[in-house]
């Protein structure tokens, strides 16, 4: 569990570090890396500064090899080796802005000492990598000492490099049984049945059970405990092996790593690569990332973990997908703020906002029974709330650093369903929690953007009498200043008050885009289009680089299709055959290859997709940069092209968009805001 109050005391102290102190290599070891350090828990006695490398270049002549700091896991000398390396830590002078020679070095002295983390800093860049034993280091950090003081930064940062979470494990790659003799034990075992099955006598009972929020999905060797997520408060799971070898350990998994991890590769075999947290080894055995835990798996035990996490995560995507379309927050960007999770629906500036805030004081449902006591104020947020009546919603005020400008405050919208359910009401079940959402009960996010804007703020400035842009402001004309003053419900008050909504808020949501039930012509895929490539485009940073082909058939020949019926006068040929070309070298095909460089007509283009139509539907996944490829030349022939299509293809072509758009629209909304925030 992260320790608040030492992120806290990590966070002020990144706030105040100045780094045009560091003077010196010695002043980013003794002035940055020590202290930050300190604060993540290393004991002073468990370092070792200049730690001397036994290789074979340090029996040569010359300067011998040292690594800047090291620490270990205890503070005995004779005992400060390989076996208990933690952290390697190498520093450079702050002016060295690139790093890469020293990530070189670090990685050759971590193939020596085998510590888990390598540190590489210059004092005012970091760079965190996790080294495994099956497969290269993995880039976990790459912050600068300003994003250190961000909370959300800081808490990631004491997560994964705290002392005692390194130390366990450190603990867990000592396991005695090493990777080469698990495999050799396995084969063994695969060769007397008898064995085999007196320790499957140890597997477990499969069953699927689950009551509200629990859910327990168990296969012979793999059991998932999860409690789902509660409309957007998060969710979590623990896994459990009955192979002898594994039993007793617990590997948990929180909301994040459920999604990033967990919810990208669903219904594909762990051999396909498809999945972040699964990779196959040299030993053709499976190493699976659950948490913080590293295991390795068998044939068997990996398609089962699979099989039971597609079981999980089937549930667990739906109850998610049923609170964003019942609540309508699709078109609204996920935030999180200290321990609330909500939706940017507009901002408004300061002065706005605290007269928002002085209206629902004055106007608390204890205070009056008119239709506008209904608001329940406390600390910085709006409830609105009747007295009597249901929860309506949560306005929560996000102040700077948001997706707005300074000097505007980011008003989020906050479901009451999860308060209901977890806090207040007990007769409120899990399955009747989105009973009461409507005007009268819960109210969506789109209802209560439409409310802020008509309603409530127009009442707050006609309730103050605010007729002018801004209370800051000049006001050009005092007569008529003056007159809006007396008369606040004239048609020019109005008037003004339109414009000063106009003026005073910004607006996140965008309504460029058509519809999805509305499109009904083909030049209105295009923005939909345009977020699925750039969703294949950046695929290979979810950790996984092939999808099913499966998702992609129905896409291909849809709109390949769609391109025989184009005007080929009217599209960029050299463009489409640019991308196919390319295609033809990554998917190898070697007809393809030889003939690339016949490519020269729009034909030539149509011959080409066609074979790819066929190639898909031969093929198990897809590599997502092909996928990728294929799209641009699509889009392009969509956006410039001059059809002749009935409305069956169109309706057809949009059905076979429609579950890329699915996935696409969830990672967006959920996913990439925690990769890439």
């Known amino acids: 569990m992260i320790d608040h109050s030492q992120v806290e005391h990590l966070m002020e102290w990144a706030s105040s570090f100045n780094p045009s102190t560091l003077q010196s290599e010695d002043d980013v070891e003794t002035k940055f890396v020590l202290p930050l350090f300190k604060l993540l828990g290393y004991p002073e006695a468990y370092r070792r500064g200049k730690y001397p490398m036994d290789d074979y270049q340090s029996r040569k002549a010359g300067r011998k090899p040292e690594a800047d700091q090291v620490y270990f896991s205890t503070e005995e000398q004779d005992k400060q080796n390989a076996d208990t390396a933690l952290l390697l830590i190498e520093a450079k002078k702050r002016e060295i802005y690139d790093l890469s020679g020293a990530i070189v070095q670090a990685k050759y002295y971590g193939n020596l000492l085998k510590p888990p983390f390598l540190v590489i800093t210059n004092g005012q ?108 408060a998060e969710g979590s799971c623990q896994i459990e092996f009955s192979n002898i070898l594994l039993r007793g350990l617990t590997c948990h998994l929180s909301h994040e790593e459920i999604l990033t991890k967990f919810l990208i590769g669903l219904e594909t075999p762990p051999d396909w690569e498809a999945r972040p947290f699964l990779q196959r080894t040299k030993q053709n055995t499976f190493e699976a990332q659950l948490g913080k835990t590293t295991v390795i798996l068998s044939k068997r035990e990996a398609d089962e973990l699979c099989n039971a996490v597609d079981e999980v995560c089937k549930q667990y995507k739906a109850i998610m997908l049923k609170a964003t379309n019942i609540l309508e927050t699709w078109d609204f960007r996920p935030e999180k703020i200290e321990h609330e999770k909500g939706f940017e629906l507009l901002s408004v500036e300061t002065w706005l906002w605290e007269k928002m805030q002085q209206f629902a004081y004055e106007f608390d449902y204890d205070k009056g029974d ?65 009973q009461n959402v409507g005007p009268h009960g819960v109210w969506t996010a789109s209802y209560t953007k439409k409310w802020l804007e008509q309603h409530f703020i127009p009442k707050v400035l006609s309730y103050f009498r605010i007729n002018y842009l801004s209370p800051k402001g000049m006001r050009k004309n005092l007569i008529e200043w003056i007159l809006l003053k007396l008369f606040p419900f004239s048609k020019s008050s109005q008037k003004r008050r339109d414009a000063v909504i106009q ?96 490519f020269s007509t729009y034909d030539d283009a149509l011959t080409f997709l066609a074979k790819q139509v066929v190639r898909i539907q031969e093929a198990n996944y897809e590599n997502h940069y092909v996928a990728d490829l294929l799209s641009r030349a699509f889009i392009t022939i969509v956006e410039e092209g001059t059809f002749h299509l009935q409305q069956n293809q169109i309706n057809a072509a949009k059905l076979a968009l429609f579950p890329l758009w699915e996935q696409c629209r969830f990672a967006d909304h959920f996913i990439d805001p925690i990769l890439f925030p």
């Not at 600390?379 to 000097?407: M, T, Y």
């Not at 599209?571 to 196919?580: Q, S, T």
């Open 125 to 232: 860049q970091m760079i965190v990598l996790k080294r495994h034993q099956h497969h290269d280091e993995e880039i976990i950090a790459d912050i600068t000492i300003e994003q250190l003081s961000d909370q959300a930064t800081a808490s990631t940062l004491y997560d994964q490099l705290q002392f005692e979470t390194v130390k366990k494990l450190k603990e867990q790659l000592l396991d005695p049984l090493r990777h080469i003799q698990y495999v050799e034990l396995m084969r063994t075992l695969e060769r007397y049945p008898d064995i085999q099955e007196q320790l499957a006598k140890g597997d477990f009972e499969p069953s699927i059970v689950r009551d509200e929020r629990l859910l327990s999905v168990v296969k012979s060797k793999v059991a998932i405990t999860c409690e789902l997520p509660i409309v957007f």
């Open 370 to 434: 008119s239709e506008w006591h209904i608001f329940d104020r406390r600390n910085l947020s709006i409830r609105v709330c009747p007295k009597g009546g249901s929860d309506h919603v949560i306005i929560w005020p996000k102040f700077g650093n948001g997706l707005f400008p300074n000097g505007m405050v980011d008003l989020l919208y906050i479901d009451s369903i999860t308060y209901l359910y977890l806090y207040k009401e007990p007769d409120v079940t899990y399955d009747s929690i989105f």
């Open 503 to 598: 003026a005073s808020t910004l607006d996140y949501s965008s309504e460029d885009e058509i519809p999805w039930a509305e499109i009904c012509k083909l030049e209105q895929f295009a923005p939909y289009m345009h977020k699925i490539q750039s969703w294949f485009h950046h695929y290979r940073s979810y950790g996984a680089s092939n999808m099913a082909a499966s998702l992609l058939r129905p896409y291909y020949a849809a709109f390949t299709g769609l391109a025989r019926c184009v005007d080929p006068t009217t599209v960029n040929v050299e463009y489409i055959l640019g991308n196919l070309g390319a295609v033809g070298l990554r998917t190898k095909d070697d007809e393809d290859t030889d003939s690339q460089s016949h």
